[in-house]
């Protein structure tokens, strides 16, 4: 008796041993990092960043969810690319970038422009958004129409946007007398309240942007439009999303590009744009 009761015990531990080993191994398969999901069909994972501002490109709603322009274009592509599955994760500014770098993250969705610097280093995908740069300024102002009027002026900035570029570079090359750039992290109602007092002289601003923050915030101010020399200064007219160019990168652009084209022609672009941006900002079809 005592025989069988040992025996027993020791197939028990036997099969709970295998067990552990078993879930040991699938738990290790399903968590691999080629991006790779075996417990959902080979799926291939993307990380998505995002700063979560300027809104309505990028913020979080009263649900404490992830929303704008950019995060619902995202999620309309990867809707028509069934092989993927994403994970949108909001994060600081700059660490978008060392995300990308790192292969951290494969795509920064942030009303992203375009400039030579970071085309040397990411993929850009085509165009999401087509911008029209305007110069906000106080309703009464009369003495700014355009990028030389800013010399001398104040402007509050964040670091490594194109406005910013753009102005750093009209500074060095151009400017008789530099604009006065005040570097910046604070939310941007609270950059244009300050151009409204007169604490700053202007902004560099989408025209889409400023008018829904006019709305929203009922700010008195108006939108000069910039000459397409001055537009010229800060870059192709356009907003793109950003890759990162590791792993999988190629086909992964290749795949996103595909669904930009189908839903610029489908109108699902146009009607996220009516709704985020109260205009129809959707690129061309290439």
């Keep these: ?170 500074n060095k090359e151009s400017a008789k007398t530099p604009v006065e750039l005040k570097y910046s992290d604070a939310e941007l109602v609270t950059i244009l309240q300050n151009v409204e007092s007169g604490a700053d002289d202007f902004n560099l601003i989408d025209a889409a942007m400023l008018q829904l923050y006019i709305k929203e915030y009922g700010l008195k101010l108006k939108a000069i439009p910039l000459s397409q020399e001055d537009t010229d200064r800060i870059g192709v007219p356009y907003s793109y999303l950003i890759l990162s160019k590791g792993g999988n990168s190629d086909q992964l652009l290749k795949d996103v590009n595909g669904q930009i084209q189908e839903l610029i022609k489908d109108g699902t672009i146009s009607k996220l744009s009516e709704q985020y941006l109260n205009g129809d900002f959707a690129p061309e079809i290439q």
């Design 1 to 170: 008796m005592k025989t069988w009761r040992k025996l027993g015990l020791g197939l028990t531990a036997a099969v709970l041993l295998a067990g552990v080993v078993a879930c040991g191994n699938d738990t290790k398969e399903s968590g691999s990092a080629t991006g790779k999901d075996s417990s959902n069909n080979d799926k291939i994972t993307v990380n998505i960043a995002t700063g979560g501002a300027p809104k309505p490109f990028s913020y979080v709603n009263d649900k404490n969810e992830i929303d704008g322009y950019d995060i619902q274009v995202v999620k309309a592509i990867f809707e028509g690319l069934p092989g993927y599955e994403i994970n949108i994760e909001k994060t600081e500014f700059p660490s978008i970038f060392a995300g990308l770098d790192s292969d951290r993250y494969q795509i920064g969705a942030n009303n992203f422009a375009s400039n030579p610097e970071r085309r040397e280093k990411y993929n850009y995908s085509d165009p999401i958004f087509k911008n029209q740069f305007v110069i906000a300024v106080k309703e009464d102002r009369e003495d700014i129409k355009s990028f030389a009027d800013l010399e001398g002026k104040t402007t509050e900035v964040s670091p490594s946007v194109n406005y910013t570029v753009a102005l750093e570079k009209y």
